[in-house]
C-alpha cells in the first residue's frame, strides 16, 4: 500500500466515525481491526513511525473498552487526526519526528485530564478541512428539518415525534461538530439535547418560550455555518454562549422545581441514549412488525415539489465538476455494484453499508452545493437503506428495484447538471420531476403501499390526455352500460384516449419511471410562441368572411376539431411552464411566526391553495411583495391581544395566504383580521404631502391604493418590521411589471384583503382588438368591466377640464383614445363608437374607440429598451395578417389622462 492509498484509507475510516456506535464492542473492534490492517499494509516512508502510532492506538482502544460514549469518540478522534496529520506531513517531506511523542502528549491529556471531554486545539488536518462542506450541507439539511417541526410543534396536538426528529437532528450535530473540534458549536447542540431530553421524558413541556429559545439555537447555528463556509478560523471564535445560557436556564429552572425527580430522570437518560445509538451488527432479514406500525399508517407524507437548481458560477465551476466527476465515476458505480452483490446474498453486510454511505456521501455534497433535488432523493434513499441496515427492511422485491430507480433518477439530475454547467447556469433541456420517485421511497420508509392507488382516469386527465368531460362520460358509460369494462377502455373506443395514452397512465400508477428526453429550454421557449401564433391563424382562418359564407357542415365540424385540439395544444404548451406557490407561500410561515414574537402579538397562520400553479418565472418575482405584504399585515393590521379582545376579538390574529384560479388569471389573497385601513388616517397623510387637496372628495379605492405612493407611511414611530415608507410602492412596481393588479378591501375593525392579481403566465394573453385610428391595440380583457353603446345624453362636458359619461347612474372621466395617440379618427358619430369601462388601480374610466375587432389570445413581445417606458403602452403582438399590435397598459392611460380631469366633486356637482 503506497502513501495516497494510505490517505485514502484513513480519510474513509474519519468518514466512518460519524456513524460509528462506540457502545458497541463489534464496532470497536472492527475500528481497531482496520488499524492493524493498515499498520502491516503499509511499507512506505517513515512507517516506523505509522506503525508505532497505530500500535499505541491498538492498546488504548483496549484499555478504554468500558469507557463512556463521549470520552471514547474524542479518543477515536484524536487519533485519526493524528494519522491524518502524520500523512500529509510525510507527503510533504516534513519532519515527522515529533509526531509519535505529540500524539502519545495528547492521548495522555484525554485519558488522564479533568475535561476529557475537550481535546486540546490543534491545526486542522487537510482531510479535516475537506469535510467541513459536507459538515455545512448535513448542518442546512439539519436545520431545515429542525426549523419546520419547531413551526409545526406550535400547531401540533401531538408533538412527541417531532420533538424526537428534533432531538435526533441535535444529537447528530453534537456529534459531527465534535468530530470536527468545533467546542463552541459542539456545546450548544449538546445543551439543546438536554433540553429536548428533558421535553421528551416529561420533565419539561413545549411552551412558547421553549420554542422560541430552540429557534434562537437553529439562528446562531446558521450564523455559525455562514461563518464557517467564509473563514472556519471565524466560526469557531463566534460566541454563542448567551444562546447555550438561555437553554441551561429553563433545564435550570425546572430542576430547582423537582429536585426529588433529577435522579430518577438522569437514569431514564443513560438508558435513552443506549438505546438510540445504531445498531453496527444487524441481521438483514425484515423483522416482525412491531406495535409502533399502525402510527406509520397515519403518517402525511408531504409531495416533493422538483425545482431546477439555481447555480452559483461566480466563482467558477470547478466544484461541481469535481462533484459531477465524483459521483458518476465513484459513487454511483458502488451503489451498481452493491446492489448486484446484494441481490445474489442480501445478507453482505458490507455491500449493504456501501450502498448506504454512496448515498450518504452524494448527499452531504449535493447538500453543500444547495442541489436540493439531488440532495434529497439521495437522503430518502439513504434512510431506506438504513432501514436494510438495521433490519426493518428485507433487500428484495420493491426496495431493490427502488434503489436501482433511484440511481437511474440520479444520473438524469446528474445528466441536466452537467448540460447547465455547459450553458453557464442555464438550462435548456426541461427538468426532470424526481418527485414521483421520493414519494415512492417515502411510502416504502413510511411502511405505506409503494403503489399508487390513483385511478386510471384522473391520471390520464392530470397528464392532459383526456378532458374531465370526457372523463364524466366514460365513468357514466361504465355505470349505466357497460359495469364490466374498464374506464380506458371505454375511453379507447370514444376515441377519447389512445392506446398508448393509457397504457402510459397504467405505468405512472405502478410507479414506473417514465422515458424521457432532453429538450433545450430555448425550443420549449419556441414551441410556445409556435403554439401561441398558431391560436391567433386559427381564429383568423375560423373568422374569415370567405369561409364564414361556406355553408358546409362538414367543414363546419373539422374546423370546430381544429379548435378543440389547437386549444388544447395551447394547454398543455403552457403547463409545461406552470408550478405550485406551495414552496413561496411555505417561506411566510417563518417570517410571520418571528414578526409575532417581535411584536408580542399572537398570529396563527392559515395556507390555501398551495398547488395553484403559476408561471415558474412568475413565482420567483412575486416572493419579495408577498414578503412586504405579510409584514405590512402583522404589523400594521393585526392589534395586540388586549385590544383585539377589548373589540370581542379572539386574543390570537389569523393572517391567511390564500392562491386560486379565476377566470384566465391567479388570484394570491394575503388576508387578515385586523383593525382594517385608517381611511381618515391615510387621507390626512395624502393632504399632507399634497397627494390630494383639502376638502377634495375622494374616493374609498383610491385612498386605499395611496399606501403604494413612494414614502407613504402612516405609522406613529418607525420600528425594525416597518414604518419607512419604503416597501409597498415596491410591491405595486413589481406586481405592475407582472402585468397584474393589486384590488384592497378593508372594513374598519374587520380586517383587509389584498387581492394580487396575476396572469397565469407571462407568454400569452386575452384581449379585446379595438380599433383607434388606422391602427388596432389589445386591452387586455382582464382590465375590461363591460362595453357600453354611446349615447350623447349621458356625455358630460366639463370647460377646461375634460368630458366625463354616466354609466349606471355613476360618472366616470372620459378619455378618448384618438386624443390620447394623437391620431384621427376612422369613426366621427359619437353614437357608432364604443365605450370599455375598465377598471385600474387609479379607479374606472371610459375609453372611447372606433370600434371592437373581437377576441384573441396574442404572444406578448417585448418593444426593446428603447420604447419600454412609453406610458400607456405595455408591450405588442403579432396579429394575424402579421401586422404589430401594442397592447395597452390601463394603469398607464387612465394615470396619464386623469392630469387633465377634474375631481370627481366637480363631476358630481356638473351632474345634477
Known amino acids: 500500500m503506497n502513501i495516497n492509498e494510505l490517505e485514502e484509507a484513513i480519510n474513509k475510516l474519519a468518514a466512518d466515525l460519524i456513524l460509528l456506535d462506540s457502545f458497541s464492542k463489534e464496532s470497536m473492534d472492527a475500528f481497531s481491526g482496520t488499524l492493524n490492517i493498515l499498520k502491516t499494509a503499509y511499507e512506505g516512508a517513515h512507517s516506523d513511525v505509522f506503525q508505532s502510532i497505530t500500535t499505541t492506538s491498538q492498546q488504548i482502544l483496549s484499555d478504554i473498552a468500558d469507557e463512556t460514549d463521549k470520552k471514547t469518540s474524542v479518543i477515536l478522534a484524536c487519533i485519526v487526526s493524528s494519522l491524518q496529520n502524520l500523512i500529509k506531513d510525510i507527503k510533504q517531506d516534513a519532519d515527522v519526528s515529533g509526531h509519535v511523542d505529540r500524539f502519545k502528549k495528547d492521548i495522555n491529556a484525554l485519558m488522564g485530564g479533568d475535561n476529557p471531554a475537550e481535546p486540546p486545539q490543534t491545526n486542522m488536518a487537510e482531510s479535516q478541512t475537506k469535510a467541513i462542506p459536507e459538515f455545512i450541507s ?21 408533538p412527541q415525534d417531532k420533538v424526537n426528529n428534533i432531538f435526533r437532528a441535535f444529537h447528530t450535530l453534537k456529534g459531527e461538530s465534535n468530530l470536527l473540534n468545533f467546542k463552541n458549536l459542539n456545546t450548544l447542540a449538546h445543551k439543546a439535547e438536554d433540553l429536548l431530553e428533558c421535553i421528551r421524558f416529561n420533565t419539561l413541556c413545549v411552551d412558547d418560550n421553549i420554542n422560541t429559545v430552540l429557534l434562537k439555537t437553529v439562528d446562531a447555528v446558521k450564523q455559525f455555518v455562514k461563518a464557517l463556509s467564509s473563514d472556519p478560523s471565524l466560526a469557531v471564535n463566534i460566541d454563542l454562549s448567551d444562546v447555550t445560557a438561555e437553554i441551561e436556564n429553563i433545564i435550570t429552572s425546572k430542576f430547582e422545581d423537582n429536585s426529588d425527580e433529577t435522579e430518577e430522570v438522569q437514569i431514564i437518560e443513560n438508558e435513552v441514549q443506549k438505546e438510540d445509538q445504531p445498531v453496527e451488527e444487524v441481521s438483514l432479514e425484515p423483522q416482525e412488525p412491531q406495535e409502533s406500525e399502525e402510527k406509520t399508517e397515519e403518517i402525511e407524507i408531504e409531495p416533493f415539489t422538483a425545482k431546477v437548481p439555481e447555480l452559483d458560477l461566480s466563482e467558477g465551476t470547478d466544484i461541481l465538476s469535481e462533484f459531477l466527476t465524483e459521483a458518476t465515476e465513484d459513487h454511483l458505480n458502488n451503489i451498481e455494484d452493491g446492489i448486484m452483490t446484494l441481490e445474489k446474498d442480501p445478507q453482505d453486510k458490507e455491500a449493504v453499508d456501501a450502498v448506504f454511505r454512496a448515498f450518504h456521501t452524494i448527499k452531504g455534497l449535493a447538500g453543500f452545493l444547495e442541489l436540493e433535488d439531488i440532495r434529497t432523493l439521495a437522503h430518502d434513499s439513504e434512510t431506506m437503506l438504513d432501514m436494510v441496515r438495521k433490519g426493518t427492511l428485507g433487500f428484495d422485491g420493491i426496495v431493490v428495484d427502488l434503489t436501482f430507480e433511484s440511481v437511474d433518477c440520479l444520473k438524469k439530475l446528474f445528466e441536466l447538471l452537467s448540460e447547465q454547467l455547459a450553458n453557464g447556469g442555464e438550462l435548456q433541456s426541461p427538468y426532470f420531476d424526481v418527485g414521483r420517485q421520493i414519494q415512492r421511497l417515502r411510502e416504502v420508509i413510511a411502511g405505506k403501499v409503494p403503489v399508487s392507488t390513483k385511478p386510471i382516469g384522473e391520471i390520464l386527465v392530470e397528464e392532459g390526455d383526456i378532458t374531465s368531460d370526457e372523463l364524466e362520460k366514460a365513468l357514466e358509460i361504465q355505470n349505466k352500460e357497460h359495469p ?50 398558431l391560436v391567433i391563424s386559427e381564429t383568423q382562418v375560423v373568422q374569415n368572411p370567405v369561409i364564414k359564407q361556406i355553408d358546409n357542415q362538414r367543414i363546419a365540424k373539422d374546423l370546430a376539431e381544429v379548435d378543440r385540439i389547437t386549444r388544447r395544444l395551447q394547454e398543455v404548451a403552457m403547463g409545461m411552464r406552470l408550478i405550485p406557490v406551495k414552496q413561496t407561500f411555505q417561506k411566510m410561515q417563518r417570517i410571520i411566526r418571528d414578526l409575532s414574537k417581535k411584536s408580542n402579538k399572537d398570529i396563527d397562520v392559515v395556507l390555501i391553495g398551495e398547488d395553484t400553479e403559476i408561471d415558474k418565472n412568475m413565482v420567483e418575482l412575486i416572493s419579495d411583495p408577498l414578503v412586504h405584504m405579510v409584514r405590512n399585515s402583522c404589523d400594521h393590521g393585526i392589534e395586540v391581544g388586549d385590544v383585539r379582545e377589548a373589540k370581542g376579538k379572539p386574543r390570537a390574529g389569523n393572517v391567511q395566504l390564500a392562491a386560486f384560479h379565476k377566470g384566465g388569471n391567479v388570484v394570491i389573497e394575503i388576508r387578515d383580521d385586523g383593525a382594517g385601513l385608517n381611511k ?55 406586481i405592475e411589471q407582472l402585468r397584474g393588479k393589486i384590488d384592497i378591501t378593508t372594513e374598519q375593525d374587520k380586517g383587509s384583503v389584498f387581492a394580487i392579481q396575476l396572469p397565469i403566465t407571462l407568454a400569452i394573453i386575452e384581449g379585446i382588438v379595438i380599433l383607434v385610428g388606422g391602427e388596432r391595440y389589445i386591452l387586455p380583457i382582464h382590465s375590461i ?22 354609466v349606471h347612474e355613476e360618472v366616470y372621466p372620459l378619455v378618448r383614445m384618438d386624443h ?46 428603447r420604447f419600454k417606458d412609453v406610458s400607456g403602452i405595455s408591450g405588442g403582438a403579432i396579429l394575424g395578417d402579421g401586422q404589430v399590435g401594442l397592447i395597452l397598459d390601463v394603469n398607464g392611460v387612465i394615470s396619464r389622462a386623469r392630469e387633465g380631469f377634474s375631481q370627481e366633486a366637480e363631476y358630481a356637482e356638473a351632474s345634477v
Open 820 to 865: 390620447f395617440f394623437g391620431v384621427s379618427s376612422k369613426v366621427s358619430d359619437f353614437e357608432e363608437k364604443v365605450i370599455c369601462l375598465v377598471e385600474s388601480d387609479y379607479g374606472r374610466a371610459c375609453l372611447l374607440v372606433d370600434e371592437l375587432l373581437g377576441q384573441q389570445q396574442v404572444v406578448i413581445k417585448s418593444l426593446g429598451e
Open 138 to 158: 448535513n448542518t442546512q439539511t439539519l436545520l431545515e428539518e429542525i426549523e419546520a417541526d419547531l413551526l409545526d410543534i406550535e400547531k401540533s396536538e401531538n
Open 484 to 533: 364490466e369494462k374498464k374506464v380506458g377502455e371505454i375511453l379507447q373506443d370514444n376515441n377519447a384516449a389512445s392506446a398508448k395514452d393509457v397504457k402510459k397512465a397504467v405505468n405512472i400508477q405502478k410507479g414506473a419511471v417514465e422515458n424521457s428526453i432532453k429538450i433545450r429550454v430555448d425550443k420549449l421557449d419556441a414551441l410556445i410562441d409556435l403554439v401561441g401564433e
Open 680 to 734: 381618515d388616517k391615510i387621507l390626512q397623510k395624502a393632504i399632507d404631502r399634497g397627494l390630494v387637496k383639502e376638502g377634495e372628495k375622494v374616493p374609498d379605492n383610491r385612498i386605499c391604493h395611496m399606501i403604494f405612493e413612494p414614502g407613504f407611511s402612516t405609522a406613529d414611530q418607525v420600528t425594525d418590521i416597518s414604518g419607512r415608507g419604503v416597501g409597498m410602492d415596491v410591491v405595486k412596481r413589481n
Open 785 to 806: 368591466l363591460e362595453f357600453v353603446q354611446p349615447l350623447p345624453k349621458n356625455l358630460i362636458n366639463i370647460v377646461d377640464k375634460g368630458d366625463i359619461y354616466k
